[in-house]
């Protein structure tokens, strides 16, 4: 069901349309409050004081902007709030100086402007892309890397990548210019492409065992 759909019940205390939203979005607020406060559990109260939130402002969500926008600006606001109330440095407060990434490995060989491969990274085997994505194995692996991404990275491909939200959006959210957004997401892209081509050539290796 469409997050609009949901909202709609929501907005008449459907709890499963909550409980849908909340499985929905859950992994994808815990990953982006991680970037801001010091530990695992205070990332699940930012969660929590967020989703309070949303079902004390429903009735007042107007839906100018998508749900998702909406939501993860709650989400982001207590957690940086929490965080500097905790005393942690926000990851993008030096982000005009992005230099923790030594890679001089040129971004346009491997992506386009719209964050899209241009070439597939090692061998897909006979299954297309698409299928392979699909692979339980693989998406976990994706996801571990995922969550072990440094802050900054983590939060801008799980907007931008997982929830999708465009690239204005999230400049917006974390008040960052477009060309820092671009390139975090590009570093964050590389960094999961070596996952996959490591993924790939075990399995491959695997598969060769079994013969």
Known sequence: MEDTALVALLKKRDRAAFTA???RYQGSMKRVAS???PSAAIADEVVQETWLAVLDGIDRFAERSSF????????LNRAKTRGHRERRTIPFSALERDDDDTSSEPF??????????LRTPGAWGDDPPEQLLQRRQL????NRAIASLPDKYRIVITLRDVEELDS????????ISEANQRVILHRAHLRLRETIEQHLAE?????EGEK
């Not at 346009?108 to 491969?117: A, K, L, P, V």
């Not at 998406?139 to 994706?142: I, S």
């Not at 399995?203 to 598969?207: A, I, T, Y």
């Open 203 to 207: 399995e491959n290796r695997n598969s």
């Open 139 to 142: 998406g976990e692996t994706l």
């Open 108 to 117: 346009q060989d491997h992506f386009g402007d719209n964050g899209q491969w």
């Open 168 to 175: 204005n959006e999230v400049c917006k959210l974390l008040n």
């Open 68 to 75: 998702s926008t909406w939501l993860f600006t709650i989400l």
């Open 35 to 37: 970037g801001f406060v």
């Open 21 to 23: 939203l909340v499985e």
